[in-house]
């Protein structure tokens, strides 16, 4: 089976009106023809056969007409709702490897390719320079999830909008949401990591400082390795010289 991509695309995006009064977020334009879903479902598209859903709400008819080769599930309680509610309605995809991806988050291609080679069962992609400054937050506890929520006074990092689950990760999400909906209803600030439920966090602040580290250690080995090339080449004698002292 195809990997399965799920863009959430329901919101409204109250804090940035008036611009997103008529148009949904994810089609702000990042260049004169690019808008930023239609930039992650190329992304996407490029480096791994998926089957790409996009759950969307307001406004759905815009962004259904700007895109193709997708398919679309429709969240009709979207101003009341937050992401778990449009996971709700794109729960028949839950059912296999999955990446979760926010529609208004702008990526680089090569942090894609990271996250298609991660191979954790369950793993956000989390921002811990924007500990202070984050809306969506993390806290963790040794490299483990504990809580996400916009409503905690401290934490790890800010949650980056991208979380990629393997299939049985996928299975237990479902479970949840569909738990969480019966004894709450679509009212839920955030989602409460279990011990069944091993959510791990990886930080792309942190691996790529050791990314750039390793980089920057990688350039000073090769340094050190030319000019020990330079100091014995001149520590050789020429083939002229050798054959002068043999003469």
Not at 42 to 50: E, H, T, W
Not at 181 to 205: A, C, R, V, W
Not at 210 to 235: C, M, P, V
Request: proline share 2%; charged share 30%.
């Amino acid at each position: 089976m195809k990997t399965r991509v799920i863009i959430l695309a329901a919101g409204i995006g109250s804090r940035l009106k008036p611009f997103t009064d008529d148009t949904p977020k994810c089609l702000f334009k990042l260049g004169k023809d690019v808008t930023i879903v239609g930039r992650t479902v190329d992304i996407v598209k490029r480096n791994v056969d998926a089957e790409v859903i996009i759950a969307v709400g307001f406004l759905h008819e815009k962004i259904e007409s700007m895109l193709c080769e997708v398919t679309f599930v429709y969240n009709p309680f979207y101003r009341v709702t937050n992401s778990i509610a449009s996971l709700w309605f794109a729960r028949e995809y839950l059912d296999d490897e999955v990446i979760i991806i926010n529609s208004d988050v702008v990526f680089e291609e090569k942090l894609f390719k990271e996250i298609l080679k991660i191979d954790n069962p369950a793993t956000i992609l989390m921002d811990s320079s924007k500990a202070y400054s984050a809306d969506y937050k993390v806290a963790t506890y040794s490299d483990r999830v504990v809580m996400m929520s916009k409503e905690l006074h401290t934490c790890s990092g800010e949650y980056v909008g991208i979380t990629k689950l393997s299939k049985d990760s996928t299975m237990k999400l479902r479970h949840k949401i569909e738990a969480m909906l019966k004894n709450t209803g679509f009212k839920m600030l955030g989602y409460q990591i279990d011990e069944s439920f091993p959510l791990l966090d990886y930080d792309h602040m942190r691996v790529l400082a050791a990314k750039i580290e390793s980089d920057k250690q990688e350039r000073e080995n090769d340094r050190h390795l030319k000019e020990k090339d330079i100091d014995s080449a001149e520590a050789r004698p020429s083939q002229r010289e050798e054959e002068k002292s043999s003469g």
